[in-house]
């Protein structure tokens, strides 16, 4: 079946404006996670979900940042009034088996946002 | 609280070589689950291999296997018979059983293949 896909691959938007990500996750996957990856760095957490609810908040850099997910499948993460700092690539992964310790994700494609 | 450490920011290999990335992990949980991908310069994450905290065998997935030691708090991967599309970063990263559902990823190595 097809992957985890998401939209836009590009965005590049200026600095105040709002932008919405999009994410779909392999059909049947409860879990869903939104990582940030700055340029040469590794992967910043900042939520996660099992089904459309979100135990983990944690990693939402500020309340500008929030997400939602829908029907057990698309996921929308939006950045209000973007600043450089938000300049990244923002990757999803969907899971499934998430009660159990062998449970790998699976990463779509990423949105590489540029704010200027 | 859980960390991975990735100690090594860049590695070369020769091709065909083999070549060994070091992780190690700091962590409470006694059930817990390793994982590590690979990240072309394109930018997907991929999947490469698992070990369990509790398998007793090192895990291995074709070229890929992991020397697990548990005791160490250790599972570096090793690649044998480096190939050029080998050349990546490669991300270690910690799953915990229960509590957050939130994997731990490591900086990361740079490994570069040379012809």
């Known amino acids: 079946g097809a992957g985890v896909s998401q939209s836009p691959s590009n965005k590049v938007t200026e600095k105040g404006k709002d932008v919405e990500l999009r994410c779909d996750p392999i059909s049947g996957h409860t879990a869903l996670y939104w990582y940030r990856q700055r340029l040469g760095q590794g992967l910043e957490f900042l939520i996660y979900?099992?089904?459309?609810?979100?135990?983990?908040k944690s990693g939402l850099p500020s309340d500008r940042f929030s997400a939602e997910r829908t029907g057990e499948s698309v996921s929308t993460l939006t950045i209000q009034r973007t600043q450089q700092e938000d300049s990244a690539v923002y990757l999803c992964?969907?899971?499934?088996?998430?009660?159990?310790?062998?449970?790998?994700?699976?990463f779509g494609p990423g949105t590489r946002l540029t704010v200027l | 609280a859980q960390k991975i450490t990735q100690t090594q920011p860049g590695m070369f290999v020769q091709e065909k070589e083999a070549v060994t990335l070091d992780c190690t992990y700091d962590t409470s949980d006694q059930s817990y689950g390793l994982f590590w991908y690979k990240q072309p310069s394109s930018g997907e994450m991929i999947f490469l291999i698992y070990q369990g905290s509790y398998d007793e065998q090192n895990a291995t997935e074709g070229r890929y296997s992991l020397n697990f030691q548990k005791a160490r708090k250790s599972a570096n991967l090793v690649i044998s018979a480096s190939q050029l599309g080998d050349s990546a970063m490669y991300f270690c990263?910690?799953?915990?059983?229960?509590?957050?559902?939130?994997?731990?990823f490591g900086t990361g190595t740079r490994l570069k293949v040379l012809a």
């Open positions: 990263a910690i799953f915990p059983p229960s509590g957050t559902y939130k994997y731990i």
């Open positions: 979900f099992q089904g459309n609810s979100a135990p983990d």
């Open positions: 992964a969907s899971s499934t088996r998430t009660s159990e310790v062998h449970n790998e994700q699976f």
